[in-house]
């Protein structure tokens, strides 16, 4: 219905443009997880899993579990919108798995090496958003089983989880931005491929948030 409403009032370009940048926005994705992942070799070291896990959790699992409710470039538009739901709840959880698991990965390297822990904003930043995303997943189980939601509205709930989970999406793009600042990055590219990097969390955060926020103003123009 909110798809059929934008097709109505806005050009056909606006429509492709939209179309576009999603579209790009899964191939950024991609291809900057598949990146750090050759960087980062994952398994050669304790360390090696902490880039890994946290580009998968933030910069794949996130991004493609709110890009499935995109009315131009989601992958399973024909769903119904529970099955995204479902299946967007599920994207959710390997997203907390490989984030729980990253943040043990450079806690033990760092235990191993005798380092101090979370002496950096990457650090601090980093445990927020871990604990966000895990009470931000825990928190949407009332709209997968609606029994639980008693005394409240949903449509309140879902505007609720969405403002809350384009806040979570934005410190988990500041946390890898960040991370792309570490010395370990830093001494591992050249300059160009740094700027190239760090535009791809940045990317994403800014199409996501146009995303999101274009549905609120469709289901305004629905609503009046």
């Known amino acids: 219905m909110s798809h059929k409403i934008e097709s109505e009032s806005e050009p056909r370009f606006y429509g492709f443009t939209r179309t576009a940048s999603t579209v790009l926005t899964h191939v950024v994705c991609i291809g900057f997880t598949v990146f750090i992942t050759l960087l980062s070799r994952p398994g050669t070291s304790w360390f090696s899993w902490h880039p890994f896990l946290m580009t998968l959790a933030f910069g794949f699992f996130m991004t493609e579990a709110i890009l499935l409710f995109s ?16 299946i967007h709840w599920i994207l959710q959880c390997l997203c907390v798995s490989c984030a729980v698991l990253g943040l043990a990965a450079i806690s033990y390297n760092k235990h191993l090496n005798g380092k101090p822990h979370f002496t950096s904003w990457h650090g601090w930043l980093g445990l927020l958003t871990v604990c966000v995303v895990g009470v931000q997943s825990l928190a949407a189980v009332p709209l997968i089983y609606h029994s639980l939601a008693k005394g409240w509205s949903l449509a309140k709930l879902k505007r609720y989880h969405a403002a809350a989970g384009l806040l979570t999406y934005l410190l988990g793009s500041g946390s890898l931005l960040l991370g792309l600042c570490s010395a370990w990055f830093s001494a ?15 990317l994403c955060a800014l199409i996501i948030m146009n995303q999101v926020s274009r549905a609120y103003i469709a289901k305004k123009r629905m609503q009046s």
């Open 71 to 86: 009315p131009q470039g989601s992958p399973i538009k024909k769903l119904t919108h529970k099955t995204k739901g479902r």
């Open 188 to 202: 591992s590219v050249r300059e160009s491929i740094w700027y190239l990097a760090a535009l791809c969390p940045a």
